[in-house]
């Protein structure tokens, strides 16, 4: 059984930076790509970004592009998700994703393991 397990979610004003990270733990794990998706209320849970756990290229949701930026631990089975510049409609529960089946996640289909979600919340 692997464990996804964030951390960092929190309170922030617009234009503010929260970190978040994603510790994958339990059985031996081979990820081979790891990424984020959000959930606001009475939306559908959309993609964020991703990154592919050998190389480290990364893919990011138009409305995020230059203001996330996705890394990776390889040693510590950890990804991370610095947002800067944060806005109100940033606002959402946000999911750590990871697959050991595809070297790439952009859409819900592509993940074999959730963590259990983190509020972020952006005040105007």
């Known amino acids: 059984q692997v464990l996804l397990v964030e951390s960092g979610g929190g309170l922030v004003q617009a234009g503010g930076s929260l970190r978040l990270s994603c510790a994958a733990s339990?059985?031996?794990?081979?990820?081979?790509?790891m990424g984020w998706f959000r959930q606001a209320p009475g939306k559908e849970r959309d993609f964020v970004a991703a990154?592919?756990?050998?190389?480290?290229?990364?893919y990011y949701a138009d409305s995020v592009k230059g203001r996330f930026t996705i890394a990776r631990d390889n040693a510590r089975n950890t990804v991370y998700l610095q947002m800067n510049s944060l806005k109100p409609e940033d606002t959402a529960v946000y999911f750590c994703?990871?697959?050991?089946?595809?070297?790439?996640?952009?859409?819900?289909?592509?993940?074999?393991?959730w963590g259990q979600g983190t509020q972020v919340t952006v005040s105007s």
């Open positions: 994703a990871a697959t050991d089946r595809y070297s790439w996640i952009t859409t819900m289909t592509d993940v074999d393991y």
């Open positions: 339990g059985r031996t794990f081979s990820p081979k790509a």
């Open positions: 990154i592919s756990w050998s190389i480290g290229n990364t």
